[in-house]
């Protein structure tokens, strides 16, 4: 949906930019969908707290992953370029906030003592966050 989204935003949207942008998330989430990721953390269960192996398929997913987020992070401040005060801080806040969570989630996989017990969890806080907001610009662009 991300993808056929990017269309219509180069089709008709304010930004070729922010339309690039967010097909690259797109593009990244798909790629990262047909890499399996390395295990890690015992996830999934039964798999040890601090696995070492590295494969291709999971160096692959992790790459595809982080192409595809800072395309969403940056796609958030493209977007805010607007004559809505509301809608500009929005974009930024998301944009930060996507980005910020995201790092912590990297952190927690890569087993970081702090937050490793937490990495799922702020990875779905960061998608939560970035859904909600390419949601909103779907909306909002539908009604201007």
Do not use: E
Request: some cysteine; glycine content about 10%.
């Amino acid at each position: 949906m991300s993808l056929v989204f990017a269309v219509g935003l180069w089709r008709v949207g304010p930004s070729r930019w922010g339309a690039l942008l967010i097909g690259a998330w797109a593009v990244g989430l798909l790629g990262a969908g047909a890499f399996r990721t390395d295990p890690v953390s015992g996830y999934p269960p039964g798999t040890p707290d601090q696995l070492q192996r590295h494969t291709r398929a999971g160096a692959l997913h992790d790459l595809l992953s982080l192409i595809g987020f800072l395309a969403l992070a940056m796609a958030c401040f493209v977007f805010a370029l607007s004559n809505s005060l509301w809608w500009t801080i929005y974009s930024i806040v998301s944009g930060v906030l996507f980005a910020t969570t995201m790092a912590l989630a990297s952190a927690a996989f890569d087993q970081h003592q702090r937050w490793v017990d937490l990495g799922g969890l702020i990875q779905r806080i960061s998608l939560t966050i970035g859904w909600t907001w390419q949601m909103l610009l779907a909306v909002r662009l539908l009604h201007t």
